[in-house]
């Protein structure tokens, strides 16, 4: 199983990037794929989570309303759009999918068994 991260880049504050993740080496339909992110020096946040199967979406806080977690089934992968990007959302982003059986615990880390790469997301103000 394979999950690739892509998309991350230099952006000023306001600016947009989209993240991408390819998913590959099983079925995901019966998963959840979650983004987290860690910034410099913090614990890894959850950051949004898409179930596969039905599409219901959920996100942090910090980030409804800016971000846009979406997925194509055709490609196997899952995006994160983010918008009005701020320096505080500057971090290395994570891929994850979880089997959706444990679908409550969504925002752990913990509760995921795949992991991607990290991309670098840097945001200027």
């Known amino acids: 199983v394979q999950l690739q991260a892509s998309g991350g880049g230099l952006v000023q504050a306001g600016g947009s990037l989209r993240l991408s993740c390819a998913a590959s080496?099983?079925?995901?339909?019966?998963?959840?794929m979650g983004w987290f992110r860690q910034a410099p020096g913090k614990e890894r946040e959850f950051v949004a989570a898409?179930?596969?199967?039905?599409?219901?979406?959920t996100y942090a806080d910090s980030v409804k309303g800016r971000f846009t977690i979406s997925k194509d089934n055709a490609k196997n992968t899952v995006y994160l759009q983010m918008n009005s990007l701020k320096p505080e959302d500057t971090a290395v982003y994570y891929c994850?999918?979880?089997?959706?059986?444990?679908?409550?615990?969504?925002?752990?880390?913990?509760?995921?068994?795949?992991w991607g790469q990290g991309t670098l997301v840097t945001v200027s103000s």
């Open positions: 898409i179930w596969w199967s039905g599409g219901y979406t």
């Open positions: 994850a999918a979880m089997p959706s059986r444990y679908s409550g615990r969504y925002r752990d880390t913990g509760g995921y068994d795949y």
């Open positions: 080496g099983r079925t995901f339909s019966s998963y959840v």
